[in-house]
């Protein structure tokens, strides 16, 4: 240990060293540069940034201090660093199984009876273009069958030995009461929030989804599986609308417009092409925070590329622009509601009928039938991670068996989207330490934010040229060192809840 730092900022220092291996791990395997991720050696080759020593100093300070002392940053700070700490005992712990599933996730073939094959990275894309239903769910059936058989025995191994780590480290009484504890984030009272929303929502969803699937799909309600919901989303009517060699280009004139960097002056590199290996779904890695930061996207087409690359670019925005200065917790750790939250409040541009007028080539003619697609589509998913946050809290919360948490997953996700899902997915449907309680946050927090930006710079903040550095000063550049509702009290004097989210989908559909 160096004799000029204490030993909180030598904590620091290991941690931050540690998490830029592991993210450029991930990245070169998730973005098809690697077949696979090699964890357990750089896990083993930091394994003094998560040892006891380091843990008990975290657990120290976080029992010395709290919310209310005159330091509160000090409480933050802790929370934070044991949370982070507990997530590398738990991943060191999973790195074999994760690095089974990576190398599984990359070579994996789905076989169909016909003879045809299709590659398990690319299956999403496929039942997502494919616009027989026949051949969506043979696809998506024989998808369910492989991830039975070899994915989701390791997820669930995966999910056990997770449980038996976090028990071990004695934190809280429960696996549920410790991510409350290290968060800060009051589970049932979200989870309350959630079975709220789908109450107040469930007249209009049960109006708008037989629609969308009768109109767009040729199918009646009781049919549809997750695999048409894939094809509906994909909408492949509006594609002439969002050219594919337009995307790039016209988002980052809409960045530089609103006064800002669109890849942080040289921070961001983007990384939008096609690669054999690279996974369907899209990320942000942040190698080197704020000065690396990569943003991945595997083309799907149409809209969803355009909005799925806004999402990524607000996480990557963020990281970008983060205040070096800050300390290692704030800029890798924290709220993830907030980050999630700058990009939704990106993605949600393409349900801003100014936005699309400007950026993209839809008319008059076709943009109010657009955006009440996107409301369409808003409610699904607020509801599907609504049902998804009551699921995960009993699949942790220990009074449900394994064996009987298959059907509770298929019939609490049906119940809330009416398409129905494969009981395989059980356990694979699963974001890691309550992402979706992070993501329901995230939605409330950017319906706040937007009306905050509209208050401050006019309905088209998004290219009004002081937005962006407001931006940076005022939220990217404070990196994580506030939860989501504290951020929200800050900037726009509320607190976080649905009723905008909700106000916004009325205003989608009309």
């Not at 039975?148 to 009461?177: D, F, K």
């Not at 087409?301 to 990557?316: I, K, N, P, R, V």
């Not at 699949?395 to 509770?408: E, F, N, R, V």
């Not at 330490?433 to 088209?460: C, G, K, P």
Request: charged residues 30%; proline residues 5%.
């Amino acid at each position: 240990m160096r004799r000029d730092r204490s030993p909180l900022d030598e904590l620091r220092a290991r941690g931050e060293t540690f998490l830029e291996e592991v993210s450029a791990e991930y990245h070169a395997a998730h973005a098809g540069w690697k077949d696979s991720a090699a964890l357990q050696p750089i896990y083993e080759k930091h394994r003094a940034a998560y040892d006891d020593e380091a843990f008990e100093m975290a657990l120290d300070l976080l029992r010395s201090t709290a919310p209310t002392d005159r330091v509160p940053e000090d409480h933050r700070s802790a929370q934070c660093l044991l949370d982070w700490l507990l997530e590398s005992r738990v991943g060191r712990a999973l790195a074999p199984i994760e690095e089974r599933e990576i190398a599984w996730e990359g070579s994996a073939v789905i076989r169909l009876p016909d003879g045809t094959e299709e590659p398990y990275s690319r299956v999403s894309i496929t039942l997502g273009n494919t616009r027989d239903g026949h051949e969506r769910h043979a696809l998506d059936d024989a998808r369910a069958a492989l991830v039975a058989r070899e994915l989701a025995p390791l997820r669930r191994e995966r999910l056990q030995l997770e449980h038996e780590v976090v028990a071990s480290l004695g934190i809280a009484p429960t696996y549920n009461a410790t991510w409350e504890t290290l968060s800060g984030v009051p589970l049932a009272a979200l989870r309350g929030e959630c079975e709220a929303f789908l109450r107040d929502t469930q007249a209009m969803w049960d109006d708008l989804q037989p629609r969308y699937v009768r109109k767009a799909l040729g199918m009646q309600p009781g049919e549809v599986t997750r695999a048409d919901l894939l094809a509906l989303m994909r909408a492949p009517e509006f594609d002439a609308f969002f050219p594919a060699n337009q995307m790039e280009r016209e988002v980052r004139r809409q960045v530089t417009e609103m006064g800002t960097s669109p890849d942080a002056n040289g921070r961001v590199r983007y990384d939008t092409a096609e690669r054999p290996g690279k996974r369907a779904r899209a990320f942000c890695a942040p190698v080197r925070i704020p000065d690396v930061v990569h943003l991945v996207l595997r083309p799907h087409g149409g809209q969803s590329d355009w909005m799925t690359l806004m999402h990524e670019l607000g996480h990557a925005l963020h990281f970008g622009n983060m205040d070096r200065a800050l300390p290692f917790e704030f800029r890798w750790l924290g709220d993830n509601s907030v980050t999630e939250g700058y990009a939704m409040l990106f993605d949600h541009r393409l349900k801003d009928a100014g936005w699309l007028t400007r950026y993209t080539e839809l008319g008059k003619k076709e943009l109010p039938e657009f955006l009440h697609a996107q409301g369409f589509e808003e409610l699904h998913f607020v509801r599907r991670y609504a049902a998804k946050l009551i699921y995960e809290t009993e699949l942790h919360g220990g009074g449900i068996s394994w064996d009987a948490l298959p059907d509770l997953y298929v019939e609490t996700l049906t119940a809330a989207t009416g398409f129905r899902v494969q009981r395989a997915d059980a356990f694979v449907d699963v974001d890691p330490r309550f992402y979706a309680a992070r993501y329901l946050r995230a939605w409330q927090l950017q319906a706040v934010l937007d009306e905050s930006l509209r208050e401050r710079f006019n309905e088209d903040w998004w290219r009004n040229p002081n937005a962006g550095p407001w931006m940076v000063g005022e939220l990217f550049g404070h990196g994580q060192r506030e939860l989501a509702d504290e951020q929200a009290r800050r900037v726009a004097g509320k607190g976080l809840s649905f009723a905008p989210v909700i106000a916004g989908i009325e205003r989608m559909i009309g």
